[in-house]
């Protein structure tokens, strides 16, 4: 499966940003789909997730109230709207998935090239 993040870009504090990824095939049910964003000199961490089937979220506290993940099963695309951005949320963000819901990066088998996020303050 190949995944292909988009949407990144530069914005100032308090702007907005709508990602998206697509994948190369029929994203099933039973999957996951998850982004993770990667800080220079940080670990990747879980930023926020969707069960495809069932369309149940999951995000990081320090997201929450701010992103929305959804999806488009027509489309194979994830999508997550990030608002009321913040210098700290500057990172590269990777769309990825996984055959259950976790938040590990190791749980999740197939990643994007990931997209760099700048919020300038």
């Known amino acids: 499966v190949q995944l292909q993040a988009s949407g990144g870009g530069l914005v100032q504090a308090g702007g907005s940003l709508r990602l998206s990824c697509v994948a190369s095939?029929?994203?099933?049910?039973?999957?996951?789909m998850g982004w993770f964003r990667q800080a220079p000199g940080k670990e990747r961490e879980f930023v926020a997730a969707?069960?495809?089937?069932?369309?149940?979220?999951y995000y990081e506290d320090s997201v929450k109230g701010r992103s929305i993940i959804s999806r488009d099963g027509a489309k194979n695309t994830v999508y997550m709207q990030m608002n009321s951005l913040k210098p700290e949320d500057t990172a590269v963000y990777y769309c990825?998935?996984?055959?259950?819901?976790?938040?590990?990066?190791?749980?999740?088998?197939?990643w994007g090239q990931g997209t760099q996020v700048t919020v300038s303050s």
């Open positions: 990825a998935m996984a055959r259950s819901y976790s938040r590990a990066v190791r749980e999740y088998d197939y």
């Open positions: 095939r029929r994203i099933y049910s039973s999957n996951v």
């Open positions: 969707i069960r495809w089937g069932s369309g149940m979220t």
